[in-house]
């Protein structure tokens, strides 16, 4: 059965870890699939892919090329984690029930890897053409960048400030009065009597308008929150890297 295993290096631990997470959906035996650890303070522990591996960049390589690593892979893979970044390698078989080559370069392509190679695993040493050949291979990563649009929730203040108006007010009402009415008569009594001074009252009554005040229920203010969604359209530039390659023959 032929064996192949395919080396991605990535910026960072955690596109790494995504990139990992989705080979193995893909249905690809967890012992198949190695995680480097870029973490010094992480490397004394192993995670899930590496349950029965030693832990770090040694034991990495070493699970990677059977414990025969390659000088240049030695070289090259060394200095890319060195750097910090996280490799992910899947050892990849022609069984039927595993992912296909072409199917792992797939999804590894999927989180912009800066570095992306397949070798052939058996349980030997590359010959001085391969070797000559690795080392005259060189990858140019064509990096671009990814419009992603988020969301995020704002808030506005809506104030209601009551206050107090005057306003004129008439009402009509009805007011009963009295008055007192004097006329001259001959007597009627024939009583007649000695002249003397006397002072007589005579009272009128009469009605006058009396103004209170009292409060009643007026109207009144519902205040409730209507929601909806919008679409809005996110405009915006991403830079894509390309490349001019200068044929001209000598």
Same mark, same amino acid.
């Given at each position: 059965?032929?064996?192949?295993?395919?080396?991605?290096?990535?910026?960072?631990?955690?596109?790494?870890?995504?990139?990992?997470?989705?080979?193995?959906?893909?249905?690809?035996?967890?012992?198949?699939?190695?995680?480097?650890?870029?973490?010094?303070?992480?490397?004394?522990?192993?995670?899930?892919?590496?349950?029965?591996?030693?832990?770090?960049?040694?034991?990495?390589?070493?699970?990677?090329?059977?414990?025969?690593?390659?000088?240049?892979?030695?070289?090259?893979?060394?200095?890319?984690?060195?750097?910090?970044?996280?490799?992910?390698?899947?050892?990849?078989?022609?069984?039927?029930?595993?992912?296909?080559?072409?199917?792992?370069?797939?999804?590894?392509?999927?989180?912009?890897?800066? *570095?992306?190679?397949?070798?052939?695993? @058996?349980?030997?040493?590359? #010959?001085?053409? $391969?070797?000559?050949? !690795? /080392?005259?291979?060189?990858?140019?990563?064509?990096?671009?960048e990814e419009l992603k649009v988020g969301k995020a929730a704002t808030e506005q203040i809506r104030r209601v400030r009551t206050y107090v108006v005057e306003e004129?007010?008439?009402?009509?009402?009805?007011?009963?009065?009295?008055?007192?009415?004097?006329?001259?008569?001959?007597?009627?009594?024939?009583?007649?009597?000695?002249?003397?001074?006397?002072?007589?009252?005579?009272?009128?009554?009469?009605?006058?308008?009396?103004?209170?005040?009292?409060?009643?229920?007026?109207?009144?203010?519902?205040?409730?929150?209507?929601?909806? *969604?919008?679409?809005?359209?996110?405009? @915006?530039?991403?830079?894509? #890297?390309?490349? $001019?390659?200068?044929? !001209? /023959?000598?």
């Amino acid at each position: 059965m032929q064996r192949q295993c395919m080396v991605a290096v990535y910026e960072s631990r955690d596109t790494a870890q995504e990139a990992y997470q989705a080979v193995r959906q893909a249905g690809v035996p967890e012992q198949n699939i190695r995680l480097s650890n870029t973490d010094p303070a992480m490397r004394a522990e192993s995670t899930a892919s590496t349950s029965s591996q030693s832990p770090g960049e040694g034991g990495f390589l070493d699970w990677l090329f059977g414990g025969n690593v390659p000088e240049e892979h030695h070289r090259a893979y060394t200095s890319r984690l060195s750097e910090g970044h996280a490799a992910v390698s899947v050892y990849v078989e022609d069984a039927p029930s595993i992912a296909n080559t072409s199917t792992i370069e797939h999804i590894l392509e999927r989180y912009n890897p800066v *570095d992306l190679r397949l070798d052939d695993m @058996g349980q030997r040493r590359p #010959t001085t053409t $391969d070797e000559g050949r !690795q /080392k005259a291979d060189q990858v140019i990563p064509l990096p671009e960048e990814e419009l992603k649009v988020g969301k995020a929730a704002t808030e506005q203040i809506r104030r209601v400030r009551t206050y107090v108006v005057e306003e004129p007010v008439e009402r009509d009402v009805t007011l009963h009065d009295e008055r007192v009415v004097i006329e001259r008569r001959p007597s009627t009594t024939g009583a007649a009597g000695q002249p003397a001074e006397r002072e007589y009252e005579i009272r009128e009554h009469h009605e006058e308008p009396i103004v209170e005040k009292s409060t009643k229920a007026g109207e009144e203010l519902v205040v409730r929150k209507e929601q909806s *969604d919008r679409t809005e359209r996110v405009a @915006g530039t991403v830079k894509k #890297t390309r490349a $001019d390659i200068d044929d !001209q /023959k000598k």
